[in-house]
């Protein structure tokens, strides 16, 4: 990964669900950075020079605010990462992004990046988004809806409070792709990473939406919103296709297929967890797997 652009200062970044499988793959390719890691239970891996564990709630406005001073970028992982009851998704995954814009808003941190999902977007098909940059929300799930206002709620603080904040549909972000399917949609750490840098140096107020996925051969998504934003993913899937047996790709065979996958299928009941690992704390972070 090549070096940050000199700012003069440390950076210092504020990630919610900092325990979590994003946070700790992300977290070798931030330093020099300082993070400070806020979460409900500590860190699976020791810290780092420069890395701080807060032991915290992120629903809690006043937790986030004390948090996030003096923070130069919020990043948002925190969060229910599969389908749950409504309810829960609402205390947490929708309560929670409203509390981390707002504590962010009152700490003085103008710049946001929000770990939204291709579940925002689940019954949009492969030609959807490779004809759009930034596809419609049509979300798969309550999760997806989740994720739908998390999104919103980023263009109303992003508006209102001339803030930078940035949504990324994160895919399959996975150690390597799991299927066929994520060789389309994988998301390296590297490649969050980089996103994580360029929102750090993007400083034009406004919300956009970009794609979470790294520079696939088998692109089913369009870099253009996140090429706008200084974010150019490197990493690309085709490397693990032959761990798959997976065919030569032929992209008129995916045109009609829907980017959430199995989580469209009809007689999958709303509001049921779609991954077994998924237990423990509410506030523990997103993997944002493409099931």
């Excluded at 500590?42 to 701080?52: A, Q, S």
């Excluded at 750490?189 to 939406?209: I, K, N, Q």
Aim: aromatic share 6%; with cysteine; glycine share 10%.
């Amino acid at each position: 990964m090549e070096p940050r652009v000199d700012r003069g200062d440390t950076v210092t970044i504020l990630i919610t669900g900092g325990s979590g499988e994003i946070a700790t793959a992300i977290r070798p390719f931030l330093q020099p950075r300082e993070c400070r890691l806020l979460d409900l239970a500590p860190p699976t891996r020791p810290l780092r020079p420069g890395e701080t564990f807060l032991q915290g709630d992120l629903t809690d406005v006043e937790t986030v605010t004390e948090a996030a001073r003096g923070a130069d970028l919020v990043v948002h992982l925190g969060g229910y990462r599969q389908e749950r009851d409504f309810d829960e998704l609402l205390r947490v995954n929708i309560g929670g992004t409203r509390a981390v814009l707002e504590g962010a808003r009152r700490a003085g941190t103008s710049r946001v990046l929000l770990a939204s999902s291709v579940h925002a977007v689940g019954y949009a098909t492969v030609e959807d988004s490779r004809r759009d940059p930034v596809v419609p929300v049509r979300p798969d799930s309550y999760y997806g809806v989740g994720k739908a206002a998390l999104e919103a709620l980023g263009s109303l603080y992003a508006d209102r409070f001339s803030m930078v904040v940035v949504s990324a549909r994160i895919a399959a972000f996975v150690p390597q792709p799991q299927d066929v399917r994520g060789l389309s949609l994988w998301c390296s750490p590297a490649d969050l990473a980089r996103l994580v840098r360029a929102c750090e140096e993007f400083s034009e107020s406004g919300h956009r939406v970009v794609w979470g996925v790294s520079a696939n051969s088998r692109d089913w998504v369009r870099p253009d919103a996140g090429n706008t934003i200084g974010f150019h993913p490197h990493d690309d899937a085709e490397i693990f296709a032959g761990d798959l047996d997976a065919a030569p790709f032929d992209p008129d065979l995916d045109a009609e297929t829907p980017l959430g996958g199995d989580s469209v299928i009809r007689d999958r009941p709303l509001g049921t967890d779609w991954d077994p690992r998924n237990e423990g704390p509410a506030a523990s972070p997103a993997g944002h797997l493409a099931r």
